[in-house]
């Protein structure tokens, strides 16, 4: 909610940009991660998980996932938000409606 310490203007465009670019900050880094070598990767066991016969399946989970999350997450900063936030919702109603 807009305050003292910042304007109206400011404040929606900080919601708007929270709104849109957060989720795809989680679907983002798998697709570059299938691009980088193993050695570079901070997982438990990743020699077996990133196996050569198990990388497109270990990928297509985490890609799944973070696809899954991600309107979760979109969820609770639009209606999270929403006594405060009606622009909120009205981002949310034009994604998915």
Do not use: D
């Not at 465009?13 to 900050?25: H, S």
């Not at 077996?48 to 969820?75: D, H």
């Amino acid at each position: 909610m807009a305050n003292g310490y910042m304007s109206h203007g400011a404040y929606i465009a900080l919601m708007l940009g929270l709104v849109l670019i957060l989720p795809l900050l989680f679907v983002a880094p798998i697709y570059f991660m299938q691009k980088l070598p193993i050695r570079m990767l901070n997982f438990s066991h990743k020699e077996y998980w990133f196996a050569p016969k198990r990388r497109a399946a270990s990928f297509a989970y985490l890609s799944k996932s973070m696809c899954n999350f991600s309107p979760v997450l979109l969820l609770y900063l639009c209606f999270g938000e929403r006594q405060c936030n009606p622009l909120a919702t009205l981002v949310w109603v034009a994604f998915y409606y």
